[in-house]
């Protein structure tokens, strides 16, 4: 994995204002765009978008004020098709316009070309299974909400609490299936995980495929598959947070495993009663690489 990232970097450097085949660099390194994309927007902080322009940008930068050519032609040279889209894009990275740029020279936020290496310090014990399922449904409450990574997000707390209480033991009472009981649920996130990027999430249970779901109540359709079922245990969300993120950075670089389309499920086994300290069960859909 850590080959395909690093030849994906120089992709984009060889790329230039062009598009990036990100198709072409997962399946010449026995891997999927959906797993590429994610296991390079976790491990940078940053999707590959992201990246793209920040480089691009960063090109740029030097191109602006001492180039003599116009400001449409330099547009072009970096990818863009009007000064419009450009100077949009240059003030989103600099903080500064093109006006601003060509007089004063400056100053500009420069992002250096990446480099994917593997430390092996084992400080995040893996506790993890791999488990096959068949399709199943999951059922709930659900709500489009920005990713953050670190603590309690607010925006799923609220959606949470203005569900009736009536309405959780209705879920609980629904649950048929597995992981069993109430479950946090994440979906389409795509590969763009950065902070901030819109998710939905889903307040739900797990029922059998045949299980008829309520019409007031959203469903997820879940195919056949696998799934590695990672264990933490510690402070929360804290410990939840660091395991989810060592998947991504010690687990899947280590190990002949993929991730696949599909939601990410939170199973709660234990908690104190200030719901300060958790076991959970993070399950993630997974292929064989």
């Known amino acids: ?65 001492t180039s003599r050519d116009d400001l449409m032609t330099i547009a072009v040279r970096h990818g863009y098709g009007s000064t419009e889209a450009f100077g949009r894009a240059f003030r989103a990275v600099h903080g500064i316009g093109l ?22 310090e084992g400080s995040t014990p893996m506790n993890v299974r791999i488990v096959d399922r068949p399709a199943f449904r999951l059922v709930g409450h659900a709500a489009r909400v920005p990713l953050i990574h670190e603590g309690v997000n607010p925006h799923i707390s609220s959606h949470v609490e203005a569900i009736p209480m009536t309405e959780h033991q209705r879920l609980k009472d629904l649950s048929n299936g597995v992981p069993g009981g109430l479950l946090q649920i994440t979906d389409q996130l795509g590969p763009a995980d950065s902070e901030g990027t819109e998710l939905t999430y889903m307040h739900g249970v797990a029922v059998t495929g045949d299980t008829t779901a309520p019409e007031d109540l959203d469903s ?35 190990n002949p495993w993929r991730l696949r389309p599909g939601p990410s499920i939170v199973a709660v086994l234990d908690h104190d009663e200030g719901f300060t300290t958790a076991t959970c069960e993070l399950w993630q859909p997974v292929e064989r690489t």
């Not at 060509?102 to 994917?116: E, K, M, T, V």
């Not at 879940?222 to 933490?232: H, I, L, N």
């Open 99 to 120: 006006t601003e740029a060509r007089r004063d020279g400056g100053p500009f936020r420069s992002q250096q070309q990446l480099r994917f290496r593997l430390t092996v």
């Open 220 to 254: 997820i359709a879940v195919p056949a598959g696998s799934w590695a079922v990672f264990t933490s245990e510690g402070p929360h969300p804290q410990a939840l947070q660091e395991t989810w993120a060592a998947t991504a950075s010690e687990w899947f670089p280590s």
């Open 1 to 65: 994995m850590l080959v395909a990232l690093n030849r994906l970097v120089d992709v984009v450097e060889e790329a230039g204002a062009e598009d990036v085949d990100v198709a072409a660099v997962a399946a010449a390194h026995g891997t999927t765009e959906h797993h590429l994309r994610r296991m390079f927007s976790s491990l940078a902080g940053m999707p590959l978008s992201e990246y793209v322009r920040r480089r691009r940008m960063s090109l740029a930068a030097a191109d602006v004020p």
